[in-house]
């Protein structure tokens, strides 16, 4: 049995890895709640964005953190493309067709990094790299309270454009019916991949907020990918305070099944939340309204 | 006809080679056989690309040298052709890349580097009556079902863990035994959890106690709770036993978490005998212990090995090193064998001795496809590069143990 | 018309398949075409769910590798015959279907929410695998070798393909009954429009438990024969994504709902996967790029799959009759 001691810093570590799904999960919400396919490919372009941060602090010494807006906007150009000019056209609207495409997408994007930049694992060396705030309980990366800092604004901007822009209204539009958006004049592919843009440029912020502490190779995404899904389900498809609130739920989850369980069977925590949310309360913490 | 006039001296030569040939004279009177194909097969993408990869590099610097330096001699010179096959990682298509390097003429196998994958391979080049060096596959299942196809060079999980052990005792003795007291953390598949169960059994035996064992999977994302066990816990000495990406990301949380155990003795360590490791995370990497694969660092074909990967920015990694001695064993059994045919090879692999290579084992001695004379070695890292402490006669370094200031 | 012509396809196929073997005599050929075989068969139980009852599971490898498992540990640790341990993998197959079928559908999941818990029910076999000793935990498990026809182990590759066929012929048998059985109606029903299937009086949470049951048993025969073949099994192996995404990808590819759309489909992907590694030489990666590349191309220029070739073309024909 664990002693109390260690409890409470794996709850607070807990938060902080929490707060790291949440920022994958923040993509994947938009993109489930409007398009309403589940995007396989994001754990590859969470990968590819990685190597971006990665090879911006490495050849061009720009920090992650400043690298952050720069990727995020060349990320969302980057989903907007995707979905208009591959995703959009060869599914032709079939769901089947939609999870294959983004199957193939990932397949793509992971064999082509593993063929540009081989399988050796990236780090990079940045000051604060090992540096811990301490709590008294517990210690703390720096990094990560960073990130945590960094989820809840970026959750909070996201759901103010939400309500606050007409682009945002138009999302919900489309999200809530999408036939009768278009007969009010909303160009939905525009907002589809304008969506599926946004939610790729979340996942570039998440990227960069997530390389000092962790590393890069082509398959880094698929560590993550499974417990975004958890996350988006646990705190409702199209929620960003969903993703948020679920993200840090899960986190502590996962702090303590593995504390009592062991690392490797404690995994189920994750698992046995997501099934028991699915079957009770399947629109998640926060429903299927976009927030 | 005009047909016969137009007859080239060429096709009529060709044409009595293969009348001859076809009367069955023995090989070497035939077409001098001009190479010797060998199915290079290994995991170069998937989840173990990045070890397939660096395995791949070492059967290739080895081939390339033998092909410079003349070939076979006893094949009059025929150079060796590799066939690079990738078993992504994967069973069906291991056993699927087997077949297609038997039909492609490959005369045995090299690979397929992992346990779970050399089960399968094994298996698919007995069919072919083919033989398979299995280069690294520490599992012991993988020698112990009676296939006599199989060799495999490196020691395997059996014979690592007790040598691991045994020089553990060695070094914990000499230092007037500081260690008491184990924490062991293992990934989760079949090479961790073979090694934390051999540990469990074995460690009490010569005195330790183990306060704690942690599994965890590979990948991981985060190793607070088990560092933070690890730390609650405070053992003199902590036993990782994993991947290289966990490895790092373990003993960086260790570093946050400001735990310090008196020692990391790693046994097939992910990270610890990984020349990356020690550069890219110099201050967190001195005096961590390793108990791996390793090459024997005082021969000259070691050294230019090591030189060689330098210059063509390539990791000194143990993957590299077992492959290319597995290529010289393979020289050796060919020269012997003086024929391509699979089963004089695995007739001459199983009759080997050598001892010329450039890993440190006693000769070469091929027990139900187990060499009895592979044994891993100690290595600590020291400054920017991996030492090897023990055994003695292999020695480039003393081991400093327990790490300065933790006793 | 359209049924006489589906049933000389089925025939068809059937001949050439059996006999292919007499065709091809190289080790390599005969493994491929077994594992095509052992694929369709996969996607086949995929798609008795999936694309006759429209209910998508990203989870088929829990089904997959309970068989596996089942068969594997029963021969191993219990000294089973390979047979009956074959037939008890199907049954145990068919209870986790049964199971996972009755939590999922009590509590009206449906769609994408369906699919998900599927995954999460297959990560949760695997982790639990990998935990306890009697699968042999991360170890992974290992069928003893003894090659005897009475021990389901054979030394002639041509044996193991005639099982698949055989096998696989129960899997098509099966679809064949669902597209003319009054069940098969019900579950095709209940995937056009489940909220009417409802209103006219079908039992729509059996319909779907019995088509899950179904499907469970028959992905639990891919798993079967998988542990005979490879004689070795680890939680990765048996309960990954890898199996769940590739017994989805063949019965999509190949034609959903239709009866031999998940032959096509793994025949059409196998056949890719060895050509673009041809194509694409040493280079790590890059037979898999092209291989994506080209299922992109192949969903769009097919969105119903090879099975929708002949009507595409017969469009495609007759339009530039049209224009000309």
Redesign the interface.
């Known amino acids: 049995m664990?002693?109390l001691?260690?409890l409470a810093?794996?709850v607070l570590?807990g938060l902080t890895?929490g707060a790291?799904y949440a920022l994958v999960a923040l993509g994947l919400t938009l993109i489930?709640g409007v398009l309403?396919i589940?995007n396989f490919a994001h754990g590859s372009l969470l990968m590819l964005a990685l190597y971006a941060a990665f090879f911006l602090k490495v050849l061009l010494g720009v920090d992650p953190y400043l690298a952050l807006p720069i990727l995020a906007t060349a990320f969302f150009f980057l989903g907007y493309a995707l979905q208009y000019g591959?995703i959009g056209?060869?599914?032709?609207g079939?769901?089947?067709?939609v999870?294959?495409?983004t199957?193939?997408?990932?397949?793509?994007i992971?064999?082509?990094?593993?063929?540009l930049w081989?399988?050796?694992?990236r780090?990079i060396?940045v000051p604060y790299g090992?540096a811990?705030v301490d709590l008294g309980i517990a210690?703390i990366?720096v990094a990560r309270v960073i990130a945590f800092l960094a989820a809840l604004a970026l959750a909070g901007l996201l759901s103010l454009f939400m309500t606050a822009t007409d682009l945002g209204k138009a999302i919900r539009a489309v999200a809530r019916e999408r036939d009768g958006a278009r007969l009010v004049g909303i160009r939905v592919e525009h907002v589809y991949a304008m969506s599926f843009g946004i939610g790729t440029a979340c996942v570039a912020a998440a990227a960069c907020l997530l390389l000092p502490?962790?590393?890069v190779?082509?398959?880094?995404g698929?560590?993550?990918v499974?417990?975004a899904?958890?996350t988006v389900?646990l705190g409702g498809?199209g929620s960003f305070l969903g993703a948020l609130l679920g993200g840090l739920l899960l986190g502590v989850v996962e702090?303590l099944s593995?504390?009592f369980l062991?690392?490797?069977?404690?995994?189920?925590g994750i698992?046995?939340i997501?099934?028991l949310v699915?079957?009770?309360r399947?629109t998640g913490l926060f429903g299927s309204r976009l927030a | 006809m005009i047909r016969t006039r137009t007859l080239s001296r060429r096709r009529v030569l060709a044409g009595t080679g293969a009348a001859v040939a076809s009367l069955g004279f023995p090989a070497v009177l035939r077409a001098q056989a001009q190479v010797v194909k060998i199915g290079i097969l290994h995991p170069v993408?998937?989840?173990l690309?990045?070890s397939g990869?660096q395995a791949r590099h070492g059967a290739r610097i080895r081939i390339e040298e033998i092909n410079a330096a003349g070939g076979i001699k006893s094949l009059a010179g025929a150079k060796i052709e590799p066939i690079y096959a990738d078993c992504e990682s994967k069973p069906d298509v291991t056993t699927a890349e087997v077949d297609k390097l038997a039909d492609d003429g490959a005369a045995l196998i090299l690979g397929p580097y992992a346990s779970g994958l050399a089960l399968v391979s094994t298996q698919a080049a007995a069919k072919h009556n083919m033989a398979n060096v299995v280069d690294v596959g520490v599992v012991d299942a993988i020698v112990e079902r009676g296939l006599t196809n199989t060799f495999r060079f490196a020691p395997g999980l059996k014979k690592v863990t007790s040598t691991a052990l045994e020089n553990l005792v060695k070094i914990n003795d000499a230092a007037g035994k500081p260690a008491k007291t184990v924490f062991i953390i293992h990934e989760?598949s079949a090479f961790g959890t073979g090694m934390a169960k051999l540990l469990n059994d074995e460690l009490p035996k010569r005195g330790f106690t183990i306060l704690g064992t942690?599994?965890?999977?590979t990948?991981?994302?985060?190793f607070?709770?088990?560092v933070?066990?690890v730390?609650?816990a405070d053992p003199d000495l902590v036993i990782p036993a994993n991947y290289?990406?966990e490895y790092?990301?373990f003993v960086?949380t260790l570093?946050?978490?400001?735990v310090q155990p008196k020692a990391v003795y790693s046994i097939l360590g992910g990270g610890a005998s990984s020349i990356?490791f020690v550069h890219?995370f110099n201050a967190e990497a001195q005096y961590v212990m390793d108990c791996n694969h390793w090459y024997d660092p005082r021969k000259p074909a070691s050294k230019a090995l090591t030189q060689k990967l330098a210059a063509q920015k390539i990791?000194l990694t143990y993957e590299v090193m077992l492959n290319y001695a597995c290529m010289q064993l393979i020289e050796d059994a060919l020269e012997r064998a003086a024929s391509a045919d699979r089963q004089k090879i695995i007739a001459a692999l199983a009759a080997s001795t050598l001892s010329d290579h450039i890993m440190p084992y006693g000769p070469t001695k091929f027990v139900n496809g187990n060499n009895e004379g592979a044994q891993p070695v100690n290595t600590q890292i020291r400054g920017e590069s991996i030492e090897v402490i023990f055994p003695k006669e292999f020695a480039t370094a003393e081991a400093v143990f327990p790490i300065p200031h933790r006793a | 018309m359209r049924r006489a012509g589906e049933t000389r396809a089925l025939i068809a196929a059937g001949i050439l398949l059996a006999g292919l073997p007499l065709l091809v005599s190289s080790e390599r050929w005969l493994g491929f075409s077994f594992l095509a075989l052992l694929y369709a068969l996969l996607g086949q139980s995929w798609n008795v769910l999936?694309g006759f009852g429209g209910q998508?599971s990203?989870g088929h490898a829990a089904f997959f590798g309970t068989g596996g498992y089942a068969t594997a540990v029963l021969q191993a640790r219990w000294g089973l015959d390979p047979w009956s341990g074959a037939a008890l993998g199907v049954i145990m197959g068919a209870l986790a279907g049964a199971g996972i079928g009755a939590?999922?559908f009590r509590?009206g999941?449906r769609g994408?929410?369906f699919?998900?818990?599927t995954?999460?029910?297959a990560?949760?076999f695997r982790?639990?695998a990998?935990?306890v000793a009697f699968t042999g935990g991360g170890v992974g498990i290992l069928i003893p070798l003894r090659t005897d026809a009475t021990n389901f182990q054979f030394a002639d590759r041509r044996a193991f393909y005639y099982v698949a066929l055989a096998f696989l012929a129960i899997a098509v048998a099966a679809a064949e009954w669902l597209t003319r059985s009054r069940f098969g109606a019900r579950l095709v029903a209940l995937r056009e429009n489940e909220a009417a299937a409802q209103a006219l009086g079908i039992d729509v949470f059996r319909v779907k438990l019995g088509a899950i049951t179904l499907s469970a048993a028959l992905a639990a025969l891919a798993g079967v024969l998988y542990a005979q073949y490879f004689l070795y099994l680890d939680p990765a192996i048996a309960y990954g994504p890898a199996m769940s995404?590739a017994a989805?990808?063949s019965p999509?590819?190949g034609g959903?709902g239709t009866v031999l759309g998940p032959l096509w489909g793994a025949v059409a992907l196998r056949a890719l996967g060895e050509a673009t590694t041809e194509l694409s030489g040493d280079?790590?990666?890059?037979?898999?790029?092209l291989?994506?590349?080209l299922?992109?191309v192949m969903?769009?220029f097919l969105?119903e799959g090879i099975a929708g070739l002949p009507r595409r073309l017969h469009q495609a024909l007759s339009a530039e009759r049209h224009h000309a």
Do not use: C, W
């Open positions: 664990p002693e001691s260690i810093p794996a570590n890895v790291v489930y309403h589940i591959v056209p060869a599914s032709h079939k769901e089947q067709n999870l294959l495409v199957l193939a997408l990932a397949i793509i992971d064999n082509l990094a593993l063929y081989t399988s050796t694992t780090t060396d090992f811990v210690l990366p502490t962790f590393y190779t082509p398959q880094v698929y560590a993550f499974l417990v899904f958890t389900v498809m702090a593995g504390l062991g690392e490797s069977l404690g995994q189920i698992f046995a997501f099934i699915l079957l009770f399947p | 993408t998937g989840a690309s990045y990869t989760d942690e599994a965890h999977g990948p991981t994302r985060d607070t709770n088990i933070l066990k730390k609650a290289y990406n790092v990301l960086r570093v946050q978490q400001r990356k890219e990791d | 999936g998508y990203f939590v999922s509590y999941l994408s929410y699919a998900l818990v995954l999460a029910f990560e949760v982790v639990v990998n935990s995404i989805l990808l999509i590819v959903l280079a790590p990666g890059l037979n898999l790029v291989y994506g590349i299922l992109v969903l769009r969105p």
